[in-house]
């Protein structure tokens, strides 16, 4: 599995402020990047995706940036809440026409919201 | 829709012994992965059905670690025999084959313990 690099390991923001986590990938065939949230206990539950045909996704307060020549891309909470305490992380994938493949997941950001 | 449901959520046993973890994946979903998830190295795929077929096996550690999916309903990881290094917590997940990068519904994991 090529890898998927994010960053930062741990993040604290103050409840309003903007999160920031930011991931990098090396494999060129990657065509879907979604950003997994994970709470104390639970399994990840899909949050927002990507694919490389555009720069942004937004949904709430959340949105993804996406620079494909960079190859990295970034996901970025708005008017952060407590509620946001939990471990992100990004991933990727592409379709071998085999059906569904697995996804590669960055090593996680702990997120902490001070409120 | 119960989701993806795992069992046990605890497994606490001795080093030498047999560990056998359960998955019921999400009715109607034909794609079933097995993660592994440690501090150290975050989320690992270490196998993937598709139609109960094993795709790809090459996340799996060792020849310790064995996986079946009988059918559409039911999947085991077994670990024989386990050593105190293949503690982590043990997630299954499903998604619907028929589209790429379909979305994975993951469980709440198996927090596996060998002492």
């Known amino acids: 599995q090529q890898q998927v690099k994010q960053s930062p390991q741990s993040l604290i923001v103050q409840k309003g402020g903007i999160s920031i986590i930011n991931c990098a990938y090396e494999?060129?065939?990657?065509?879907?990047f979604p950003w997994y949230q994970q709470f104390p206990g639970k399994g990840p539950a899909l949050l927002i995706a990507?694919?490389?045909?555009?720069s942004e996704k937004k949904e709430g307060r959340f949105t993804i940036s996406f620079n494909k020549s960079a190859k990295q891309f970034s996901l970025h909470i708005m008017d952060s809440q407590p509620g946001d305490s939990a471990t992100y992380f990004c991933?990727?994938?592409?379709?071998?026409?085999?059906?569904?493949?697995?996804?590669?997941f960055g090593k996680g950001t702990h997120l902490i919201i001070q409120p | 829709d119960a989701g993806v449901i795992q069992s046990p959520r605890h497994e606490v046993t001795e080093m030498g012994q047999e560990v056998t973890l359960r998955c019921k994946p999400i009715?109607?979903?034909?794609?079933l992965f097995w993660y592994r998830q440690t501090m150290m190295r975050g989320l690992e795929l270490l196998i993937y059905?598709?139609?109960?077929?094993?795709?790809?096996d090459s996340g799996m550690p060792e020849d310790r670690f064995s996986a079946k999916m009988p059918n559409a309903s039911f999947s085991t990881l077994k670990i024989q025999p386990s050593e105190p290094r293949d503690s982590a917590v043990y997630f299954c997940?499903?998604?619907?084959?028929?589209?790429?990068?379909?979305?994975?519904?993951f469980g709440s994991g198996t927090q596996l313990s060998v002492l």
């Open positions: 059905f598709n139609n109960n077929v094993p795709i790809d």
């Open positions: 991933a990727a994938s592409y379709y071998s026409g085999g059906g569904a493949d697995g996804l590669t």
């Open positions: 009715s109607g979903h034909n794609s």
């Open positions: 494999n060129t065939a990657f065509d879907y």
């Open positions: 990507i694919r490389p045909d555009v």
């Open positions: 997940a499903s998604s619907a084959q028929g589209a790429p990068n379909e979305k994975l519904f």
